[in-house]
């Protein structure tokens, strides 16, 4: 089993950044892991918006691309999600998740509001 621990979440405005960090232990076989960030909003299902290899290769939602970026440390056993250029519907609670392993975090809030 991975213990997932995300951080980084808070309060941003409209066009602000935030980078949410996602913390996978203990598990040697993480740098092969594919690891994904969803999204929960009231009333709306849970969304993948964004996913990483472990090598790297990264894909993206529609709704963040151009916006988002993902990427790891293999070393540190993290991978992070920059968010630039926010906006409302950006708001809900993000969650990591290990496609190997199935594990969740129990996400972090991410309120974007002027």
């Known amino acids: 089993q991975v213990h997932i621990v995300e951080s980084g979440g808070g309060l941003a405005q409209p066009g602000g950044s935030l980078r949410l960090s996602c913390s996978a232990c203990?598990?040697?076989?993480?740098?092969?892991?594919?690891m994904r960030w969803y999204r929960e909003a009231p009333g709306v299902q849970r969304e993948l918006i964004a996913s990483?290899?472990?090598?790297?290769?990264?894909n993206y939602a529609a709704s963040v691309r151009g916006r988002f970026t993902i990427s790891r440390d293999n070393v540190k056993n993290t991978v992070y999600l920059q968010m630039n250029s926010l906006k409302r519907e950006d708001t809900g609670v993000y969650l990591c998740y290990a496609w190997n392993s199935g594990d969740w975090g129990q996400g972090t809030q991410v309120t974007v509001s002027s």
């Open positions: 203990c598990d040697s076989r993480f740098s092969f892991f594919d």
């Open positions: 990483i290899t472990g090598d790297g290769s990264a």
